[in-house]
């Protein structure tokens, strides 16, 4: 009986833990949307991840990218995935995309697209939310 209360704290804590995930990350994108600096960055590549998705939407697959962008002289980068078309156009030289970055700490930066940022933040901290309210019920 003592073990079944050990494994429902385990529980507990860890639906704590993914919610507090969820929140802080939430409060990252919200941070990079309201005070983010705007910046073009250079892709440096672009490539399809495995194969088609398997949802119900047919024809989506997952690309992953990387970029790099220089401030006050120093180079920084960053990553991001992109669902999209079957149709892979390859990149070219020079090729931009719009990001945001922390003026104090341009290593915290993010693509971002703003419509479908924002809807990520209320996701995310939607999730945050039932997750710690979950906890608190346990």
Not at 2 to 24: A, P, Q, V, Y
Not at 112 to 125: H, Y
Request: aromatic fraction near 16%; charge should be positive; glycine fraction near 8%.
């Amino acid at each position: 009986m003592n073990r079944s209360k050990h494994k429902n704290k385990f529980g507990k804590w860890l639906i704590f833990s993914i919610g507090l995930l969820f929140t802080i990350y939430s409060l990252f994108l919200l941070t990079l949307v309201l005070f983010g600096e705007d910046k073009q960055a250079t892709l440096t590549s672009f490539r399809q991840e495995y194969g088609e998705r398997d949802e119900t939407i047919r024809n989506q697959y997952t690309y992953e990218f990387a970029y790099e962008f220089v401030v006050n002289g120093e180079t920084y980068s960053g990553t991001g995935q992109k669902v999209g078309s079957p149709v892979f156009l390859k990149t070219g030289p020079g090729t931009t995309i719009s990001i945001k970055y922390l003026k104090c700490c341009p290593y915290f930066n993010s693509p971002v697209e703003n419509k479908k940022t924002r809807i990520n933040i209320l996701v995310s901290l939607s999730i945050a939310l039932l997750l710690l309210w979950f906890f608190r019920k346990m």
